[in-house]
Structures are given as structure tokens and as C-alpha cells.
């Protein structure tokens, strides 16, 4: 029981600072009055789905990878630069007009 409450709290730790990184870039980008709401959710729920399987194909989740911490970082770094990616293919896709250095932005406030 303990391991899997463990888990959840790394998921939703994860998960709101995916959230939080994307939204303050966001929100300092303009892009919800460029675009409205809909995209902006639309925007922040795939960088959460796809930064948390990128976290999870990483094995960021293991707690044998999250106990040495060279490759916890090592792992986290590639799992956002992943995320930079398909946020980028994603908003192409959906031509969602999130430009590219606001997406690496966002992905690097959210590594933080």
C-alpha cells in the first residue's frame, strides 16, 4: 500500500509541475488571448499526457532510478527534452500556433 501511495505522489507532483511550467509560460506568452481557452487546455492536458510518458519511458518512476540522483537528473532532462519534441509535433499536428521557444521554454520551467 505504501509504494503505490509513494507512486501516486510522484505522478501528481510531476503532473502539476508540468502543469505549472506550461501555464506560466502561457500566461506570459498571451497565447490564451491569441488563441482562447479551449486550445490553452487543449495545450496544457497533451504537454501533461506526453511529459508524463516521457517521464515513465524514462523510468522516472522506479525507485531504483529515482535513488541515485546523477541519474534521476540525467533521466529527467531527457524525459523534457522529449516532451519539448512532441509538444512540437503536437502542436503542429493540431496547428495549435504555440511557437517552438515558447514550447522549450515552458519544457525548462517545468524541469525546474
Sequence with gaps: ???NKLK???VAGDATALT???AIVIAVSGYVGQRGWLDTI???AASV???LLSMR???LFLARVSAVRIVEMTRSTRAMAILALGMIVFDRVL???FR???IVAASVVAWF
Excluded: E, P
Design 49 to 51: 499526457a506526453i511529459g
Design 42 to 44: 487543449v495545450l496544457v
Design 57 to 59: 519511458g524514462q523510468g
Design 95 to 97: 496547428q495549435l500556433g
Design 8 to 10: 501516486l505522489v510522484l
Design 20 to 22: 505549472i511550467g506550461y
Design 100 to 102: 517552438i521557444r515558447y
Design 1 to 3: 500500500m505504501g509504494r
